[in-house]
Nanobody, 124 residues
């Protein structure tokens, strides 16, 4: 399995930007499609974005479309989440996840490996 570690979270004002980074370890990173999820207190884990193994395909949750961008660099074994025009409702713990599935999976149960999460707080 691939091991994942997120970084880049923090406190930002509404309208600001953050870039999250997920660093992977393991020899077959390019064999995994990747996803970002988030979970706010008292809420279920929510799909944010997914990217195919090659990076040629992406998918986004409705609440972040047009504001967030997922990308990956297989040579650096890293996946990114660029978050722009942040809103207070984006406040959550953000998780990076990996799946051996071929599609752009939006269900948490489709993912095999998870990072520990990074906190993003957006103040109004």
């Amino acid at each position: 399995q691939v091991q994942l570690e997120e970084s880049g979270g923090g406190l930002v004002q509404a309208g600001g930007s953050l870039r999250l980074t997920c660093a992977a370890s393991g020899r077959t990173f390019s064999g995994y499609a990747m996803g970002w999820f988030r979970q706010a207190p008292g809420k279920e884990r929510e799909f944010v974005a997914a990217i195919t193994r090659s990076g040629g395909g992406t998918n986004y949750g409705d609440s972040v479309k047009g504001r967030f961008t997922i990308s990956r660099n297989n040579a650096k074994m890293t996946v990114y989440l660029q978050m722009n025009s942040l809103k207070p409702e984006d406040t959550a713990v953000y998780y990076c996840a990996a799946t051996t599935a071929y599609g752009l999976e939006y269900r948490p149960t489709s993912y095999n490996s998870w990072g520990q999460g990074t906190q993003v707080t957006v103040s109004s």
